[in-house]
């Protein structure tokens, strides 16, 4: 008879502990399921996973960066490089012309998480 004559306060609690219990199973499926990842596997599933893989064989690879079929190849060292090599615009710039662009590129990325925390505090 008790729980027909049940106040608000009382199901406020409830669903606080209902609450608390899903966060709690959650957090130790979540744990379970982590550290089963990292489980050893047993003769039985080791077996099972063998026969049920594809069969791979390992290839050496042989190339190199300007490489070809010549004979006469040599590898491209940095002595042997030529002097007229692929460069970026911003390779042939100076440090001091590269700094606003970094700049930039860090203002870019850290302004978004500004802008929540003031909108974060502003909603306070």
Same mark, same amino acid.
């Given at each position: 008879?008790? @729980? ?5 306060? $009382?199901?406020?609690?409830? &669903?606080?502990?209902? $609450? ?7 957090? @130790?499926?979540?744990? /379970?399921? &982590?550290?089963? !990842?990292?489980?050893? &596997?047993?003769?039985?599933?080791? !077996? !099972? ?12 690879? $042989? ?8 004979? $006469? ?20 710039? &100076? ?7 970094a700049l930039g590129g @860090? !203002? ?8 929540? @925390?003031?909108? /974060?505090?502003?909603?306070?």
């Amino acid at each position: 008879s008790s @729980l027909l004559r049940s106040s608000p306060s $009382n199901i406020y609690i409830n &669903s606080t502990t209902m $609450n608390r219990l899903t966060y709690i199973f959650v957090f @130790l499926a979540t744990v /379970l399921i &982590s550290t089963n !990842a990292f489980a050893p &596997s047993t003769p039985l599933t080791a !077996a !099972a996973s063998r026969t049920t893989s594809a069969v791979t064989t390992k290839t050496a690879v $042989n190339m190199a960066f300007g490489g070809g079929e010549d004979d $006469n190849f040599t590898p491209l060292t940095r002595e042997n490089e030529p002097d007229e090599y692929f460069s970026s615009k911003m390779d042939e710039m &100076s440090d001091a012309d590269k700094i606003p662009i970094a700049l930039g590129g @860090l !203002a870019f990325v850290t302004l978004p998480f500004i802008a929540g @925390l003031i909108a /974060l505090y502003a909603s306070k």
